[in-house]
Every structure is written in structure tokens, then in C-alpha cells.
């Protein structure tokens, strides 16, 4: 069983940065690719990033290549999104996810956070 906290989203403008951290409880994080996703108000949820195991990114979203990076330290159980130049559009509750596989197809997760909300005005 693996359990996933997110933190920092928040409420920011156009050009803005913010680093969301997600912290996974467990001794076996290390064994699992990780991902960011989102959703937006009235919008499917979607896949942002994803990353496995070694610290290597598999996928970025084609909006936010250039823009986002997702990295882990397994020592801390921590995966991160580095997300610069914010837009508007990036504004949605943003979830991680634990799976077996590196993918952007959200039903190969098993565990979810509950979600942080990110807010950016123009």
C-alpha cells in the first residue's frame, strides 16, 4: 500500500512558478513510476508528466513540454513538478500517481493523492 500527499499548489498570475512535492508513504516508492495528472473544471482528467523509477522522465503533455519538469528523490519518497511560466489554462486540481509502469494512461495508477489545487489568473 502505497500513500500519496501533495502539496504546494496555490493561487498565482500569468509568468508565475510554483513546485508541487508529493510525498509517498512506504519503504517500496522506489519500485514505482510516478505521475503527475489534472483536472480542470468540466474536463477529463489528464496526464502532465510521467516518470520512472531512475529518475528518468518518459512523457510530457505537448502544452506544457518546455515549461514543466517532473523529478523524484527516492531517498525522500518525494516526486516534484516544476511548473514555470504558468497559463491560465494550467489552472486544475493537480493529482499524483503511483503505478507498476511508467504511462500516461490513468487507469495504469493504483494510488492517487487527494489532490492540490492550482489557480492561475491572468
Known amino acids: 500500500q502505497v500513500q500519496l500527499v501533495e502539496s504546494g499548489g496555490g493561487l498565482v498570475q500569468t509568468g508565475d512558478s510554483l513546485r508541487l512535492s508529493c510525498v509517498a508513504s512506504?519503504?517500496?516508492?522506489?519500485?514505482?513510476?510516478m505521475a503527475w495528472f489534472r483536472q480542470a473544471p468540466g474536463k477529463e482528467r489528464e496526464c502532465v508528466a510521467t516518470?520512472?523509477?531512475?529518475?528518468?522522465?518518459?512523457y510530457y503533455q505537448d502544452s506544457v513540454k518546455g515549461r514543466f519538469t517532473i523529478s523524484r528523490d527516492n531517498a525522500k519518497n518525494t516526486v516534484y513538478l516544476q511548473m514555470n511560466s504558468l497559463k491560465p489554462e494550467d489552472t486544475a486540481v493537480y493529482y499524483c500517481?503511483?503505478?507498476?509502469?511508467?504511462?500516461?494512461?490513468?487507469?495504469?495508477?493504483?494510488?492517487w493523492g487527494q489532490g492540490t489545487q492550482v489557480t492561475v489568473s491572468s
Open positions: 500517481a503511483a503505478g507498476l509502469v511508467a504511462s500516461a494512461i490513468s487507469k495504469n495508477y493504483n494510488y
Open positions: 512506504g519503504r517500496t516508492f522506489r519500485s514505482y513510476a
Open positions: 516518470i520512472n523509477w531512475s529518475d528518468t522522465p518518459t
